[in-house]
C-alpha cells in the first residue's frame, strides 16, 4: 500500500510542473527535493525549535529603456517591502539580511512591461543583474500574467509588479512563500484524478492530505475562489468576513470544509475583489514548517542543485549595518543604519576596565564586554523613520526577534581610538568573490569621504583602511547607484 502511495506522490509532482491554471501568479515546480523527505508535520512544538535561518535578499528595479531616470523603485519602497517581510517571516526564524537595491541599471523594454520570471532571470544572468549569493527580488511595471512570479519552488529569483510593490501588498509574501517551497492551497484542485481530498483523518481511504493539493495538512482542500468553474460572476467568498460560503465538492463529492484561517491564507488565490479585501494575512503552521525544512533538504542536495543554500548567509549578518559608517574618530557623515522589521534594544555597554578595544563593534562572538544593565533605547520594528534605525556609540545591540538575552556587538568608542591613514579599494570586478581583482590606494583623506564611495562603479568591492596603530579593517560593500 505504501508503495503505492509513493508513485503517486511521484505522479503528482511530475504533473504540477506543467498543470497549474494561473491568474495571479505563475511558479513552477522544478524542485529535486523528494516529498516523503518532508515530516508534513503541523505541530507548533516542533516548528519551535527550528534554529535561526538568516537569507540575503537584494532588490532590482526593471525600467524602461526609454525612460531610464524614472525608477519602479526607490529606497523608501524597499525598505518598507523589508519590514513586511520581516515583520512576517521573523515569527517563525527565517530571516532577511537586507543587502541592498539597484534602481538604475536594469533597463529594458521587454522586461519592464509583459515578460515572465523566467526570462528576466535569464536577462539578468547574461547582463550581470544578478547577486549569487542572495534572493534576487525583481520589480517590473508588470508581468505577463499576473501581479508577481517566483521562478520555481524553491528559488531565488521572483518578483512583483511595480504596483504591488509601490502599495506593500500580500503578493510579495505569497511569491516569497513559493521561493520558500509552497504551492497555491487549491494546487490541483480542479483535476479529477489527483485532487487534495476534504477528509483530514488518516485512517480513511480517501485521505491524501500529504500527498495532493500543496502537500500541507492543515491547509484545507479548496477550489479556486470567486471563479468555480471559471468565471467571475460566481461569488464563494464573503470579503467583509473573509468566510467561505460557496457549496462546492471535492473531486470525490464531498463538500468542502473551509475556514476563514483558509480563505486568509497567503497562498489562497482568487479572483477579484478577494486578492484586494485584505483578508489575506498569514500562513499555517504547515507551511511554516514546509518553508523551514524546504531551506535543510535544499541545504543537503549537491551544490549544483541546490536552489536556497548560496542565499543563506549568518546571524551575525544581521548586527551589521546596511548603510552608513562608524565613528573611528574621523568625520564620517552617516551613522551605521539597521534595516527595519526587527525590534531593537540598546544596552549600555563599556570596555573601560577590561583590555577590550570597542573602538569598533566587537566581533559577534565576542561577549566579554561590561553590560551595564540599562536600557538605552528601543527601536520598534513597526518604526518607518528608517533614518533613526541607528546604533548609538557606548552601547551594544539586542535583535528582540532572535530571542537572544545576550546583546551583541558593544562599541564603545570614547574619541581617543585610532586615527585612520589610508586605506585599499579592491574592486572584484565580477561581483564574486574570486581572483579577477583590481586595487587602488587610497589617501586619509579619501577614506573618511563618503561622497567618494558614492562616485565607485556600481559593483562588489573590499574596502581596507589602515590606521595610525597598525591595526586594518576589512569592510565589504556593494555600490548600487
Not at 524597499?78 to 515569527?91: G, P, R, T
Not at 492543515?218 to 468576513?241: H, M, Q, R, W
Not at 520598534?380 to 556609540?393: L, R
Amino acid at each position: 500500500m505504501k508503495s503505492k502511495v509513493f508513485i503517486l506522490c511521484l505522479f503528482f509532482l511530475t504533473q504540477s510542473i506543467f498543470s497549474q491554471n494561473l491568474m495571479n501568479c505563475s511558479t513552477s515546480n522544478g524542485s529535486l527535493i523528494n516529498e516523503e523527505d518532508y515530516s508534513h508535520s503541523i505541530d507548533p512544538i516542533y516548528l519551535a525549535n527550528f534554529e535561526p535561518v538568516v537569507l540575503n535578499i537584494f532588490f532590482w528595479g526593471i525600467n524602461k529603456s526609454s525612460s531610464p531616470n524614472v525608477p519602479t523603485i526607490n529606497e523608501q519602497t524597499v525598505l518598507q517591502n523589508v519590514a513586511y517581510i520581516n515583520k512576517e517571516f521573523n515569527q517563525f526564524n527565517i530571516f532577511f539580511k537586507y543587502i541592498g537595491y539597484d534602481n538604475t541599471s536594469f533597463n529594458s523594454d521587454i522586461h519592464y512591461s509583459g515578460s515572465s520570471i523566467h526570462s528576466i532571470k535569464s536577462y539578468a544572468k547574461n547582463n550581470g543583474h544578478v547577486i549569487e549569493n542572495s534572493f534576487n527580488f525583481y520589480v517590473p511595471r508588470k508581468f505577463d500574467l499576473g501581479g508577481g512570479q517566483a521562478s520555481g519552488t524553491p528559488s531565488r529569483f521572483l518578483g512583483v509588479s511595480e504596483n504591488n510593490f509601490q502599495n506593500v501588498t500580500y503578493t510579495i509574501l505569497h511569491e516569497l512563500g513559493h521561493s520558500l517551497g509552497l504551492l497555491h492551497t487549491e494546487h490541483e484542485w480542479d483535476n479529477s484524478s489527483i485532487c487534495e481530498r476534504v477528509t483530514r483523518n488518516p485512517a480513511d481511504i480517501a485521505y491524501n492530505a500529504d500527498c495532493a493539493g500543496d502537500f500541507v495538512v492543515d491547509t484545507a482542500a479548496k477550489p479556486y475562489f470567486l471563479g468555480v468553474g471559471g468565471t467571475s460572476n460566481e461569488i464563494d467568498i464573503d470579503i467583509t468576513t473573509c468566510t467561505y460560503i460557496g457549496s462546492g465538492t471535492d473531486c470525490g463529492g464531498t463538500p468542502y470544509q473551509i475556514f476563514e484561517d483558509d480563505v486568509r491564507n497567503y497562498m489562497s488565490k482568487g479572483y477579484p475583489p478577494y486578492p484586494n479585501s485584505g483578508c489575506h494575512d498569514r500562513f499555517s503552521i504547515g507551511q511554516k514548517i514546509r518553508m523551514l525544512e524546504t531551506i535543510e533538504l535544499d541545504s543537503e542536495l549537491i551544490v549544483v542543485n541546490q536552489k536556497l543554500f548560496p542565499a543563506i548567509t549568518t546571524i551575525a549578518s544581521l548586527y551589521e549595518p546596511y548603510d552608513g559608517s562608524y565613528d573611528l574618530g574621523g568625520s564620517f557623515p552617516n551613522p551605521p543604519t539597521f534595516q527595519p522589521g526587527f525590534d531593537y534594544e540598546f544596552v549600555d555597554c563599556s570596555c573601560s576596565s577590561i583590555p577590550l578595544n570597542c573602538d569598533l563593534p566587537v566581533l559577534y562572538e565576542e561577549t566579554s564586554f561590561q553590560d551595564l544593565g540599562t536600557i538605552y533605547g528601543t527601536i520598534s520594528c513597526d518604526e518607518n523613520n528608517y533614518t533613526s534605525i541607528v546604533h548609538p556609540n557606548h552601547t551594544a545591540i539586542k535583535i528582540i526577534q532572535l530571542d537572544d538575552p545576550q546583546p551583541r556587538r558593544c562599541w564603545d568608542n570614547n574619541g581617543t581610538g585610532p586615527q585612520p591613514i589610508g586605506g585599499t579599494i579592491i574592486r572584484f570586478k565580477d561581483d564574486l568573490f574570486n581572483l579577477n581583482i583590481s586595487r587602488e590606494q587610497i589617501d586619509a583623506k579619501m577614506i573618511i569621504d563618503e561622497s567618494y564611495f558614492r562616485s565607485l562603479e556600481k559593483g562588489l568591492y573590499k574596502i581596507e583602511i589602515y590606521y595610525d596603530n597598525g591595526t586594518i579593517d576589512e569592510r565589504m560593500i556593494y555600490v548600487r547607484n
